[in-house]
């Protein structure tokens, strides 16, 4: 901008300091008493989305108008707003480069609308998100191709700068920004928890599975030989087990089945089920380590096949039909010591 605009800019800044106090000054007999405005950090009016220092960019050929604008500003609040204008698309480049803006306006017609375009995909490949208004006064298809793809407002007016809807069109736009912050933030945080508790999840499968090895050292000491990797390890127990015959070929996958729809259902309905594959177990003749080490494998192919699902719940499932399978394979072998 030359000094011709910044002495344009001082006028209007005098006329509007001046507008603004004789408005003051008129009498306004249907103003509501102070006690009854809403305090500031209370309000959740659309309008609160409008800080005090509001900063603002206009992009246009010939300088705006902008005195009808701020005095809408001041009406909701917003009394120290920062104007400010750019005649060119590299012009406002450079500034958007230097400064951050709580809203851009942009000025576009028709015979500038592919101009418009880039330089509304030049903004947001250079990492501006800033909320964005076109103002048009004619409708146009291209300029309202261009709104959609780059997330920006488009207001049709012939009224330019001092339409009416143009703070309604600011204060959605910002609505629009707080909203993708607020989803990009959930997101996020979505994300951080599932990964959470995936870590969770192995470092309690890791937990399970040390206990079966010491258990099983206790009771039978030395057969396990610690020097060789654990998941290679009980890979190669199972793999052994279901060659050798100890493990019937149609459990694995009757198993899996089951412990996928226990997690989903509970334990309500499926005791018989749980009973039956308790009995082809101890039928089996497999140690308690051997059944767990199997539903660890199990709980493990499950939890790595969630996607984007939640492993906690899963977990705390497959530990409840872990417990119960082990009650009722107790109780079948009782019954054969037994007979």
């Known amino acids: 901008m030359n000094e011709q605009d910044d002495k344009d800019n001082q006028t209007a800044a005098a006329a509007f300091a001046d507008f603004a106090e004789r408005q003051d000054r008129s009498p306004q007999p249907n103003r509501l008493p102070s006690t009854d405005v809403p305090d500031a950090a209370t309000d959740h009016s659309p309008a609160s989305v409008i800080p005090p220092r509001f900063r603002l960019l206009f992009v246009s050929e010939q300088r705006p108008e902008w005195v009808g604008f701020a005095l809408r500003l001041d009406a909701i609040g917003c009394s120290e707003p920062r104007l400010e204008w750019a005649s060119t698309a590299e012009e406002a480049l450079k500034l958007l480069s230097h400064n951050s803006y709580d809203c851009l306006l942009i000025q576009a017609d028709p015979a500038s609308a592919t101009a418009r375009r880039e330089l509304l995909q030049a903004i947001r490949v250079s990492g501006c998100d800033e909320p964005i208004v076109l103002v048009c006064a004619t409708s146009n298809d291209m300029l309202a191709l261009a709104a959609c793809e780059f997330h920006a407002e488009l207001l049709v007016s012939t009224a330019g700068w001092d339409a009416p809807a143009l703070l309604s069109y600011v204060q959605r736009a910002l609505r629009m920004q707080q909203l993708q912050e607020d989803h990009h933030r959930l997101q996020v945080e979505n994300h951080r928890r599932l990964v959470r508790e995936r870590d969770e999840a192995e470092r309690l499968l890791n937990q399970q599975r040390s206990m079966v090895e010491e258990l099983q050292t206790l009771v039978y000491p030395g057969e396990l030989d610690f ?18 015959g100890e493990i019937p070929a149609d459990i694995p996958e009757y198993y899996h089945e089951l412990l996928r729809t226990y997690v989903i259902m509970g334990s309500g309905s499926l005791k018989d089920e749980i009973i039956q594959i308790a009995e082809l177990l101890a039928a089996a003749r497999l140690t308690s380590r051997q059944v767990l080490e199997f539903h660890l494998q199990c709980v493990e192919t499950i939890v790595r096949g969630l996607g984007n699902r939640s492993s906690r719940h899963v977990m705390s499932r497959a530990d409840l039909l872990a417990l119960e399978m082990m009650v009722h394979l107790g109780e079948c072998y009782q019954k054969k010591l037994s007979e």
């Open 227 to 244: 020097t060789s990797d654990e998941s290679a390890q009980e890979n190669t127990v199972l793999e052994e087990s279901i060659q050798e």
